[in-house]
């Protein structure tokens, strides 16, 4: 089974300042790692993803985030927040090994606020 | 490219009526994915298609929803009869041919269900 906790309901930023959106995840195997994006009355949009590689990987309109296999984890970051960001931000992890499950699995969501 | 489209992208009906949620992929998208929040929780993994085939609907929750791909192309989800808790916003997704679980999902903008 496959899990993704992501144990902020919301974070609070000021403009210009960094961010970061936590993500745990679960997996029997290697995971597949996603973070999307939801702006109001939209579908998610895709901002980054951890494959294999470099444990840092980088997104869309700045965004970065970076792989931890010890501590399980895949925390969205960037150095420097817009305003623009404010969003719902869904973090979420497929199992490598598992080849009969392609879906994703995703956590609850974290809304970003950054305030100006 | 056209994204992910979703019809209508509200509804609201009464509790034991039917609805019927549209999807149209990305054209020669052969994975087709609806995901449903409900009440502003995680993301939930209804079913998958590959064409016209059912590749996974452990997701789905009982046989009141009944998902059809006619032909590989347009799918449709349909809650008959719809109950209070079935109300929430789904989503149609869609990735290209030859996912390895690797490609990022094309989401539509979701259709919010009220049943009242």
């Known amino acids: ?116 | 490219e056209a994204g992910v489209t979703q019809f209508p992208s509200h509804s609201v009906i009464e509790k034991g009526q039917t609805v019927t949620l549209r999807c149209d992929p990305i054209s020669g998208h052969d994975n087709l994915y609806w995901y449903r929040r409900v009440m502003g929780k995680e993301i939930k993994f209804l079913l998958h298609f590959v064409k016209e085939s059912k590749q996974d609907e452990s997701g789905m929750p009982n046989n009141r929803f009944l998902a059809e791909r006619t032909g590989g192309t347009y799918s449709t989800l349909k809650v008959q009869p719809a109950e209070l808790e079935d109300s929430g916003v789904y989503f149609c997704a869609s990735s290209h041919k030859g996912d390895r679980g690797g490609s990022p999902l094309h989401f539509g903008n979701g259709t919010r269900l009220t049943v009242t």
Request: hydrophobic content about 35%.
């Open chain 1, 1 to 116: 089974a496959q899990s993704v906790a992501q144990p902020e309901d919301q974070v609070n930023v000021a403009e210009g300042n960094p961010l970061t959106v936590k993500c745990t995840y679960s997996v029997s195997g290697n995971p597949y790692l996603f973070w999307y994006v939801q702006y109001p009355n939209r579908g998610l949009q895709f901002l980054l993803k951890y494959i294999t590689g470099d444990n840092l990987v980088k997104g869309s309109y700045g965004f970065e985030a970076e792989f931890n296999k010890s501590q399980t984890s895949f925390h969205l970051k960037k150095p420097s927040a817009l305003v623009s960001d404010s969003a719902l931000y869904f973090c979420a992890v497929r199992d490598f090994m598992d080849t009969g499950r392609r879906a994703l699995t995703f956590g609850s969501g974290t809304r970003l606020q950054v305030q100006p």
